[in-house]
Structures are given as structure tokens and as C-alpha cells.
């Protein structure tokens, strides 16, 4: 697949997630991972796709590999709202917490914020 066509097939995903078909989005984005593994963009949509389509555990798989390659809070924040899904709270402090130490400065202040909130939602259990 050309990096044109990875392109296209990205662009077509993001356009059907906007449209909220997250189960053709997801596989459009599937696609785009099968092809590149390895893809942060590809493999945050594919999270983010899962994640909408009510697939916890799958979006799980798609945020671990970007939380072993990437320093974003936003994959951590992400890994954690699944976990709360699921009902896994002590785990979902722990990537929240994970999160937090991520944040740097004002350019994840709305990840920080967002973190908060979840916590709380952590703590009430």
C-alpha cells in the first residue's frame, strides 16, 4: 500500500468517524494498522474507533502499543477511560496517574483537566 493510498484510507476513516459510523470507521482503520503497525496515527484511531464502538478491550490493544512507543498523555488518559468501561478502577487510576506525570505545561492542560475528572469518577467507584 502506497503511503497515498494510507493517506486516503486514513482520511476516509476519520471522515466516517466524524459521520459517527464508528463500525466502518474502525475498519477502515484496521486496514490502515494491518498495513502499518507501527502507525501512532493509525493505531489511535483504531483505539479511538473501538473505543466509540463500545469495544473496551479493543481499543485497550490499539492504546497499550501507543503507551510503549509514545510519551502522549492523551493515549495514557484514553487507556484509562476503557479501564473505568470495564470496571477496572484500580487499574484506571493507575494509567490516570500515568497520564498526570505525561501532562507538561499548558499544552495538556485539557488532558490534565479531563484526568481529574475521571479520578474522581475512580474514586467513587
Not at 470496571?87 to 505545561?105: S, W
Amino acid at each position: 500500500m502506497t503511503r497515498t493510498l494510507c493517506e486516503d484510507l486514513y482520511e476516509r476513516g476519520h471522515s466516517l468517524y466524524e459521520a459517527a459510523r464508528y463500525d466502518d470507521a474502525y475498519a477502515a482503520f484496521v486496514q490502515l494498522v494491518e498495513h502499518d503497525p507501527h502507525n501512532p496515527l493509525g493505531l489511535q484511531a483504531a483505539g479511538a474507533a473501538a473505543q466509540a464502538r463500545g469495544k473496551y478491550e479493543i481499543a485497550l490493544g490499539f492504546y497499550a502499543s501507543l503507551l510503549v512507543t509514545t510519551k502522549d498523555p492523551l493515549h495514557a488518559m484514553r487507556f484509562a477511560e476503557c479501564l473505568l468501561k470495564l470496571g477496572k478502577l484500580e487499574q484506571a487510576r493507575e494509567a490516570l496517574d500515568i497520564a498526570r506525570t505525561l501532562c507538561v505545561g499548558k499544552k495538556h492542560d485539557a488532558v490534565r483537566e479531563h484526568c481529574a475528572t475521571l479520578q474522581r469518577q475512580a474514586s467513587r467507584g
